[in-house]
């Protein structure tokens, strides 16, 4: 009998995330049947398919052969570890070897793209705390303290009368992959694709401490963002809560001015 996991944690691995099954919506009878009745949800990361489900008596299979998918032992030792009860902040870093690999296989030459861009491989953590929906109502990621500050930057601008929405939190390399296998199966080539798209393992949305902000009836990542009151309010107080914008104009890696996409650093950083 698995006694009840915390509802308030995803928990990573290279290729499958531990969701709590409350969070997830269901795709189908048999989903919602098995749904209401899981604690945990194993998803694989790179198209966000529901692998199985755990229950008070064991585990549910919701794809065939989901006991051969890659990366299933490292999910499962999570389970039988009991980590997923009592998660140890900070969450450690996993490995990056496996993006790396990817990398490859995609053809990228990562050294010459990081050289290029001054950008460094940016690992997964271990395990991400939920900080409330973003404006879509799903659940918003973040690393554990960017998520406390997250919520206090959110309800200080509530005090003040501005409603800021998050839009995107933490992305795993494997969704950033997904991305870019979606687009060179419709023809896109992979310069094409780097135009727009951050190379999967590069972008500081893998770390949870980054977060897209938006204001309500402002489209998502525009630069017309910099023009409203929310960002008046937050270039003047996201600095005191930890927060900066890591990509203000003419910034040194060649990023397009993003004014909604800011970063959590702690003082002691
Ligand atoms: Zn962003």
């Given at each position: 009998?698995?006694?009840?996991?915390?509802?308030?944690?995803?928990?990573?691995?290279?290729?499958?995330?531990l969701?709590?099954?409350a969070l997830?919506?269901?795709r189908?009878?048999?989903?919602?049947?098995?749904?209401?009745?899981?604690?945990?949800?194993?998803r694989?990361?790179?198209?966000?398919?529901?692998?199985?489900?755990?229950?008070?008596?064991?585990?549910?299979?919701?794809?065939?052969?989901?006991?051969?998918e890659?990366g299933?032992?490292?999910?499962?030792?999570?389970?039988?570890?009991?980590?997923?009860?009592?998660?140890?902040?900070?969450?450690p870093?996993?490995?990056?070897?496996?993006?790396?690999?990817?990398?490859e296989?995609?053809?990228?030459?990562?050294?010459?793209?990081?050289?290029?861009?001054?950008?460094?491989?940016?690992?997964?953590?271990?395990?991400?705390?939920?900080?409330?929906?973003?404006?879509?109502?799903r659940?918003?990621?973040?690393?554990?303290?960017?998520?406390?500050a997250?919520?206090?930057?959110?309800?200080?601008?509530?005090?003040d009368?501005?409603?800021l929405?998050?839009?995107?939190?933490?992305?795993?390399?494997?969704?950033?992959?997904?991305?870019?296998?979606?687009?060179?199966?419709?023809?896109?080539?992979?310069?094409a694709?780097?135009?727009?798209?951050?190379?999967?393992?590069?972008?500081?949305?893998?770390?949870?401490?980054?977060?897209?902000?938006?204001?309500?009836?402002?489209?998502?990542?525009d630069?017309s963002?910099?023009?409203?009151?929310?960002?008046?309010?937050?270039?003047?107080?996201?600095?005191?809560?930890?927060?900066?914008?890591?990509?203000?104009?003419?910034?040194?890696?060649?990023?397009?001015?993003?004014?909604?996409h800011?970063?959590?650093?702690?003082?002691?950083?």
């Amino acid at each position: 009998m698995h006694a009840h996991p915390s509802s308030r944690f995803l928990f990573n691995t290279p290729d499958i995330e531990l969701w709590p099954a409350a969070l997830l919506r269901a795709r189908s009878n048999r989903d919602a049947r098995v749904l209401s009745l899981a604690t945990q949800v194993l998803r694989r990361k790179r198209d966000g398919a529901y692998l199985a489900a755990v229950l008070p008596d064991g585990i549910v299979g919701l794809m065939p052969r989901w006991q051969r998918e890659a990366g299933i032992d490292d999910a499962l030792d999570l389970l039988d570890a009991g980590a997923l009860r009592a998660p140890r902040a900070p969450a450690p870093d996993l490995p990056v070897s496996q993006v790396e690999a990817r990398l490859e296989a995609l053809g990228l030459d990562a050294d010459a793209y990081a050289a290029r861009t001054g950008l460094a491989l940016v690992a997964e953590p271990a395990w991400l705390t939920f900080a409330g929906v973003d404006r879509y109502r799903r659940p918003l990621w973040l690393e554990a303290r960017t998520a406390r500050a997250w919520q206090g930057l959110h309800a200080a601008a509530a005090r003040d009368g501005v409603t800021l929405d998050a839009v995107s939190g933490y992305r795993s390399h494997d969704y950033q992959l997904g991305i870019f296998d979606r687009k060179r199966a419709r023809g896109l080539s992979l310069d094409a694709i780097l135009a727009v798209n951050a190379a999967p393992g590069y972008s500081e949305h893998h770390s949870g401490c980054a977060l897209d902000i938006s204001a309500p009836g402002e489209p998502p990542a525009d630069d017309s963002f910099d023009a409203t009151a929310a960002f008046a309010w937050l270039t003047r107080h996201a600095p005191g809560h930890g927060f900066t914008l890591s990509y203000p104009r003419d910034n040194p890696h060649g990023i397009v001015y993003e004014p909604w996409h800011w970063r959590y650093r702690s003082a002691i950083d």
